[in-house]
């Protein structure tokens, strides 16, 4: 019942609501500022909650929201890396997370999401359909004695996750090579580039159209 920041790891459009639906008081997430803007997507991530940040600069207005979210007592969602992961492995956090927990002095809460990124990677054009794991971890608190430094080395411990399914779990998909040649950029084989597309004959192929290689 008390304000906190929520940290998670972030491969998945869909992170923000996995994170928050055991939650049922709801929460407040910042999100991206050009994806808020996205007609009826942007609309959407709104009444869920989610207010706007600028990437790559210091948004002080967003800050602003955030404290107003914190002080009017809801769980405040934030994603570290600031953009979703192509693989699902963790990308690089700013130290600015262990700044920002020092200054607000709060309690802080940990999801992560090791599935996320199999159920639809940042690349891909269609979702598969894979358990969602979700684990929590925390409350933690950070005393005086920690450096933002200390602090944001515990956060990057604490959202690092290797993308896998646990065993024996059921899973399936189609078409689930669309969207791979824009992060596939050269052939595995021949290492000619842009010469991958999706194969005629299967949605879950790429093959090359110099030396005529394929994966499944």
Wanted: glycine share 8%; with cysteine.
């Amino acid at each position: 019942d008390e304000p906190y920041l929520l940290l998670g790891n972030h491969s998945s459009m869909l992170d923000p609501f996995w994170s928050g639906i055991y939650i049922p008081r709801g929460i407040k997430s910042m999100a991206s500022a050009a994806v808020l803007n996205v007609p009826y997507l942007g609309a959407w991530l709104k009444m869920c909650g989610c207010f706007p940040k600028m990437k790559y600069t210091k948004d002080r207005g967003s800050m602003e929201t955030l404290q107003a979210n914190f002080d009017a007592g809801y769980p405040i969602l934030l994603f570290p890396e600031g953009n979703r992961s192509w693989d699902g492995r963790l990308g690089e956090v700013g130290q600015g997370i262990g700044r920002l927990i020092k200054r607000m002095q709060c309690k802080v809460v940990f999801v992560t999401l090791p599935t996320a990124s199999l159920f639809q990677p940042r690349w891909a054009t269609y979702p598969r359909w894979v358990p969602v794991e979700i684990n929590y971890s925390g409350p933690y608190e950070y005393d005086d004695t920690q450096s933002a430094e200390d602090i944001w080395k515990d956060v990057v411990e604490k959202i690092t996750v290797q993308p896998k399914l646990l065993p024996n779990r059921r899973t399936f998909g189609y078409k689930m090579a669309h969207g791979l040649p824009n992060y596939l950029w050269a052939c595995p084989q021949c290492f000619t580039i842009n010469g991958l597309q999706v194969s005629r004959e299967n949605g879950n192929a790429i093959e090359c159209t110099h030396c005529n290689s394929q994966w499944t």
